[in-house]
């Protein structure tokens, strides 16, 4: 699904969509507030719940399991393992992070907008740069485009069960 409006991500220098590589946008509608939508997002340890190709995500630093600004973790998604830092933490609205491997670096946000009673609109977008994204354009953008619309897809329907269990005690 495409946006509705324009971006309304704040990009980072050198991550912006003009010059990117590779820039996916995608979008879906949800039932749920955005408080539900956020629940589920600023959790990495329940993405494998609606995303599964979000895997092996561990912390590294900062607060966990619910990200905050500067919190760095490491996954693999897409094959490729990857470590990224939260760079945009506004919680029901905004949660972003950059982040790199494998030849690549990359800006991912989300943007959470309530639309109305019972609809609220999930957008996500990233950018990447890199000869191994250069390299591999032709398969990853469509791959992209295609599980990340599953990503805002899934947590969209997840949020609308309510929000996620609270984190086990360690």
Same mark, same amino acid.
């Given at each position: =699904?495409?946006?509705e409006?324009a971006?309304r #991500?704040?990009?980072?220098?050198? /991550?912006?969509?003009?010059g990117a590589d +590779?820039h996916?946008v995608?979008?879906?509608t949800s039932?749920a507030?955005?408080?539900?939508?956020?629940?589920?997002?600023?959790r990495?340890?329940m993405?494998?719940r609606f995303y599964?190709? *979000?895997?092996?995500i561990r912390?590294q630093?900062g607060?966990?399991?619910?990200l905050?600004?500067?919190t760095?973790?490491r996954? =693999?998604?897409f094959?490729? +393992?990857v470590?990224?830092t939260?760079?945009e933490?506004?919680?029901f609205?905004?949660l972003?992070?950059?982040g790199g491997?494998?030849?690549? #670096?990359g800006h /991912?946000?989300?943007v959470?907008?309530?639309?109305g009673?019972?609809?609220?609109?999930?957008?996500?977008?990233?950018t990447?740069?890199?000869?191994a994204?250069?390299?591999?354009r032709? #398969?990853l953008?469509?791959? =992209? *485009? /295609?599980? /990340?619309q599953?990503?805002?897809?899934?947590?969209?329907r997840?949020?609308e069960s309510?929000?996620?269990p609270?984190p086990?005690?360690?």
């Amino acid at each position: =699904m495409a946006p509705e409006t324009a971006s309304r #991500v704040r990009w980072p220098a050198g /991550h912006e969509p003009e010059g990117a590589d +590779i820039h996916a946008v995608n979008a879906a509608t949800s039932a749920a507030a955005p408080a539900e939508a956020w629940a589920w997002i600023a959790r990495p340890d329940m993405w494998g719940r609606f995303y599964t190709n *979000a895997r092996l995500i561990r912390p590294q630093a900062g607060s966990w399991p619910q990200l905050q600004a500067g919190t760095r973790f490491r996954w =693999m998604t897409f094959g490729a +393992i990857v470590t990224t830092t939260v760079t945009e933490y506004e919680p029901f609205e905004r949660l972003a992070w950059t982040g790199g491997g494998l030849g690549a #670096v990359g800006h /991912h946000a989300w943007v959470i907008e309530e639309r109305g009673p019972g609809e609220t609109l999930i957008t996500t977008e990233e950018t990447q740069r890199g000869a191994a994204v250069r390299l591999l354009r032709p #398969v990853l953008a469509p791959a =992209m *485009a /295609h599980w /990340h619309q599953r990503w805002v897809d899934g947590l969209a329907r997840v949020a609308e069960s309510g929000p996620p269990p609270a984190p086990s005690a360690r």
